[in-house]
């Protein structure tokens, strides 16, 4: 199992492939063994958004309405009842 993790496998392919009965069973036992994909996760994430900042630039949107960019002036949920509001 440590060179299916080693290999890029993710906790539910290891937990299908050995056969457990859950996920957190093999988190549970071989958690330890996937560090490093917490890094790796962020990498790719930070390159989709890269990308996705890329084509809003070339399309000169600036942002989708009521997307990231409407966090930096008025709440979006500014007409939401207050127990709605996040």
Known sequence: M????A????PKEVSVRAGHTSVAFTLDRYGHLF??????LRERLD???AAGLERAARR???GAAGGPAAAHGEASNENDPP???V
């Open 35 to 40: 560090e490093g994909h917490d890094a790796e």
């Open 47 to 49: 390159a989709m958004h």
């Open 7 to 10: 290999a890029g496998a993710n």
């Open 60 to 62: 000169g949107s600036g």
């Open 83 to 85: 127990s709605r509001r």
């Open 2 to 5: 440590a060179l299916w993790i």
